[in-house]
């Protein structure tokens, strides 16, 4: 099972560019990534632990950054994550759209060593629909049905091994799921925002 390790709120861009250094700095050996050109500031810590940060090289549609695909306010979640699946890791980097993400409210980073990081953009009167919308995903196992959403057609139809993109939609249903049990234990307010 993929664990969510603990998340907080980093609350101010200050506080996003100064420990945006010091998590690149913190990941580059452990994950062999680097620090995003995009300037990407979502941050996250736990009783000052530094676990994560979106302002590191990320796999999204030709670099576009994910405020163009949220919209943001300042109160934001990210967890890191250390996936069992390989096959998934290694297939995140052909992660077809941002788009498809936001609208489970996580986008996944595919790195380097088998670890993928995965943002959370969660508003909390959307819980339930991200819920409802994660039982559709599981149709997918089977065949795309007519209750699958268009954009979620489009994304199964183009992507070049659809057995491991169902696997995919799967796995990134049950960590979505698995973070924001884990959010609601530690007492943060879950938002989302679809």
């Avoid at 101010?12 to 250094?21: G, S, V």
């Avoid at 953009?121 to 994660?134: P, Y």
């Amino acid at each position: 099972m993929t664990d969510i390790l603990e998340v907080k709120i980093c609350e101010t861009d200050n506080e996003w560019r100064e420990i945006e250094k010091l998590i690149a700095k913190k990941y580059l050996n452990e994950f062999g990534v680097r620090p995003s050109p995009a300037g990407h500031h979502v941050i996250v810590l736990r009783n000052g632990v530094i676990v994560g940060t979106s302002g590191l090289e990320f796999s999204c549609n030709e670099g576009i950054p994910l405020e163009r695909y949220f919209d943001i306010d300042d109160e934001w979640f990210m967890g890191v994550f250390k996936p069992d699946i390989v096959e998934l890791t290694r297939w995140a980097s052909c992660y077809p759209n941002a788009g498809l993400a936001s609208h489970l409210g996580i986008t996944r980073y595919a790195f380097g060593h088998n670890k993928v990081f995965a943002v959370l953009s969660l508003k909390e009167k959307q819980l339930q629909h991200l819920e409802l919308f994660g039982s559709k995903l599981t149709a997918l196992s089977a065949t795309v049905k007519k209750d699958i959403p268009d954009f979620l057609k489009k994304y199964y139809l183009n992507w070049p091994r659809p057995k491991l993109f169902r696997t995919y939609l799967k796995e990134l249903y049950n960590i979505s799921r698995q973070a924001v049990l884990k959010l609601k234990e530690q007492g943060i307010i879950i938002r989302i925002n679809f």
